[in-house]
């Protein structure tokens, strides 16, 4: 059994039980994220904007208060909440355009999806945390080819999602072997809070690639 030895002097803790932590964090902020989205979907995006900036600062707040827990699960929690307000005003354009079932299959798939590459990880030997600098990489440079497409529109938004979808897989693979590997010094939060990220990510991907599929 791998074991994982916090830093700061926090007792070590079973990959096992850390997977049942991350996950259980991460299942709690897509449910704020769920809830508040659906209150805010309304929202101009004006506002949805301000919601993710703000957002970013409790993001980076998560690494700065780790030493304690009890504030970084707040801050956590404070991050999926503005997550959930930036994305409401777009979830509800696509149940609106689309219909609601979109967001379902979206929703669903990406649920499916995380488990599936989960347990890829767990049951394979091969160690994904190899691959860390090539999804790096790869994330930089969808980053760029966004913001460049954003002015340039040379991208069509379809292959963009695309590639968002190939881009954050790669990286849901590197982050599960990360807890399996438990040696990674990020705590149960810090970990959640990546399985977060990803999946926010994909699930925007789908909502692009399936809602696409309807307008076709």
């Known amino acids: 059994m791998y074991q994982q030895q916090q830093r700061y002097g926090a007792p070590a803790v079973s990959t096992s039980a850390q997977l049942g932590q991350v996950l259980g964090i991460t299942g709690a902020g897509f449910l704020v994220s769920a809830v508040t989205g659906y209150l805010t979907q309304g929202f101009p995006y004006g506002l949805s904007l301000i919601a993710m900036l703000v957002g970013f600062g409790f993001l980076i707040a998560i690494s700065a208060t780790r030493r304690n827990p009890g504030l970084s699960m707040v801050m956590f929690y404070a991050f999926t909440a503005c997550e959930g307000i930036g994305i409401g005003p777009v979830v509800a354009s696509y149940a609106r355009i689309d219909g609601s079932s979109v967001v379902v299959d979206a929703a669903s798939t990406t649920g499916l999806g995380m488990l599936t590459l989960a347990a890829i990880v767990y049951l394979t030997s091969f160690d994904y945390r190899r691959l860390s600098g090539i999804a790096f990489g790869a994330l930089i440079a969808l980053v760029i080819v966004g913001l460049i497409s954003a002015f340039t529109h040379f991208l069509h938004p379809g292959v963009y999602a695309w590639a968002t979808l190939g881009v954050f897989t790669l990286l849901v693979l590197v982050d599960f072997a990360r807890i399996k590997a438990g040696n990674s010094g990020a705590t ?28 076709d």
């Not at 970990?191 to 309807?214: E, K």
């Open 188 to 215: 149960s939060i810090e970990l959640a809070t990546s399985i977060y990220l990803d999946a926010i990510n994909i699930f925007l991907a789908l909502l692009q690639i399936f809602g696409g599929r309807r307008r």
